[in-house]
C-alpha cells in the first residue's frame, strides 16, 4: 500500500488496524455489541495504552465520577469533548481489564455471545463473571493498582 513519496504512516496503520477491529467486532456480535467494547477493542488494537490519561482516569474512578458502563452502551455522540474523552478511556480501560485479567479470548466469548443475542450483562456474567456494577469496581481496582491511586 506504499506509494513513491508517500510512506505508510504508523497514524495510518493505527486507523485501519482500529477500523478494522471494528469489522471484526461487528461480525462476531452480529452488530449487537455495545459502544464501550466495540471503541475498546478497537483502541487496543490500535495499540493505544491510557498512558499519560491513567492516573486521571483511576482518580475519576475512585472518586466514583466514572461514567455507568450502561450509559456507554449506545453511540458517545451525545457527549461533550470531556466526556467523549472519558467514555473512550473507560472503554479501553475496560477492555484492557478483560483482556488482562481474563485474555483475549474471553473477549473473543465475550462478542460471540452478544453474536447469539445474550444481552451485555448476560454474556459478562457467562464469559467473566461479573455484572456492570461489579465490573466497573473491578476496572477501578485495576487502574488503582496500574497508575498509583
Given at each position: 500500500m506504499?506509494?513513491p513519496?508517500?510512506?505508510f504512516?504508523?497514524d495510518?496503520a493505527q486507523?485501519l488496524?482500529?477500523?478494522?477491529a471494528?469489522s471484526?467486532?461487528?461480525e462476531?456480535?452480529?452488530?449487537r455489541?455495545p459502544?464501550?467494547l466495540?471503541?475498546?477493542v478497537?483502541?487496543?488494537?490500535e495499540?493505544?495504552?491510557?498512558g499519560s490519561?491513567g492516573p486521571?482516569l483511576?482518580?475519576?474512578?475512585q472518586q466514583?465520577?466514572e461514567?455507568?458502563?450502561?450509559?456507554?452502551?449506545?453511540?458517545f455522540?451525545?457527549?461533550s469533548?470531556?466526556?467523549?474523552a472519558?467514555?473512550y478511556?473507560?472503554?479501553?480501560?475496560?477492555?484492557?481489564?478483560?483482556?488482562?485479567?481474563?485474555?483475549?479470548?474471553d473477549?473473543?466469548?465475550l462478542?460471540e455471545r452478544?453474536g447469539?443475542?445474550?444481552s451485555?450483562?448476560s454474556?459478562?456474567?457467562s464469559t467473566?463473571?461479573?455484572?456492570y456494577r461489579q465490573?466497573?469496581?473491578?476496572v477501578g481496582?485495576?487502574?488503582a493498582r496500574q497508575?498509583?491511586?
Open positions: 506504499q506509494h513519496g508517500r510512506p504512516t504508523s495510518l486507523i488496524k482500529h477500523e478494522l471494528h471484526f467486532v461487528n462476531l456480535s452480529v452488530g455489541c459502544m464501550w466495540n471503541e475498546g478497537a483502541q487496543a488494537m495499540p493505544r495504552s491510557l490519561d486521571r483511576a482518580q475519576l474512578f466514583e465520577h461514567i455507568p458502563l450502561n450509559a456507554l452502551e449506545g453511540s455522540a451525545s457527549f469533548g470531556s466526556g467523549a472519558l467514555a478511556d473507560e472503554s479501553l480501560a475496560t477492555v484492557e481489564y478483560i483482556r488482562n485479567t481474563y485474555g483475549m479470548s473477549v473473543v466469548r462478542l452478544l447469539q443475542g445474550e451485555p450483562e454474556a459478562l456474567r467473566v463473571h461479573s455484572d465490573l466497573q469496581s473491578e481496582a485495576f487502574l497508575y498509583g491511586n
